[in-house]
């Protein structure tokens, strides 16, 4: 069976700060852009590059989206984000600036981070502002790592849902990389660093 995997990243300063689409972000995705064959554009600006094996795509906060198309095996999802990291990490340098993988924002305020331009995400920053209280900043705050796993059946599909509930504990534990948010934890649910 295959799996296919989703990662974002921030990209910061050397100051920590995230760095914004235009004049940041922007220039990163338009010199990548020679060594992929597709370019997704939304109202002029490039946002989204595809090749064979990965697509690079932006969430609304300019962090950076790498989808790795499915594979059979970990070994090979790990030598294609390898490639991606050879291909930008000497754009990052031009810059001083590098990725992050961390599941909140460094340093900057959501509210300080502008919006890509894609109308989907200024509907949906107008439709957070009149709901709820984090909208925007798992808008343009959040970033995670995401796996998708096919199954063969059925009784394929049960086996690895069970499974996948019973690690998600150990594996919230060992992801949970979210700097304190406001003055509290971005989670609910109790974690070690409740107690402390």
């Known amino acids: ?44 600006f490039l946002i989204g590059l595809s090749c064979d094996k990965y697509n690079i795509t932006l969430e609304p906060g300019a962090q950076i989206e790498i989808s790795i198309k499915p594979t059979e095996n970990i070994c090979e999802i790990e030598n294609i984000y390898g490639e991606f990291l050879s291909v930008i990490n000497p754009i990052l340098d031009k810059y001083s600036y590098r990725l992050t993988t961390l599941g909140y924002m460094p340093k900057s305020k959501a509210k300080d981070i502008s919006l890509i331009p894609k109308k989907r995400y200024e509907y949906m920053n107008k439709y957070f502002k009149s709901v709820g209280t984090r909208g925007i900043n798992m808008m343009r705050g959040t970033a ?43 989670y609910t649910s109790p974690s070690p660093r409740d107690s402390t």
Do not use: T, W
Not at 2 to 15: A, G, L, S, T
Not at 150 to 167: G, L, P, S, T
């Open 1 to 44: 069976r295959q799996m296919c995997i989703r990662d974002r990243h921030f990209v910061i300063d050397k100051n920590g700060d995230c760095v914004p689409y235009i004049n940041g972000v922007e220039n990163i995705i338009e010199q990548l852009a020679q060594n992929f064959p597709k370019h997704v554009y939304s109202e002029g």
């Open 144 to 186: 995670s790592a995401q796996v998708s796993i096919d199954f063969a059946d059925e009784k394929d599909c049960v086996q690895k849902f069970k499974k996948a509930n019973i690690i998600s504990p150990i594996l919230s534990l060992i992801c949970d990389n979210a700097p304190v948010f406001e003055g509290c934890l971005l």
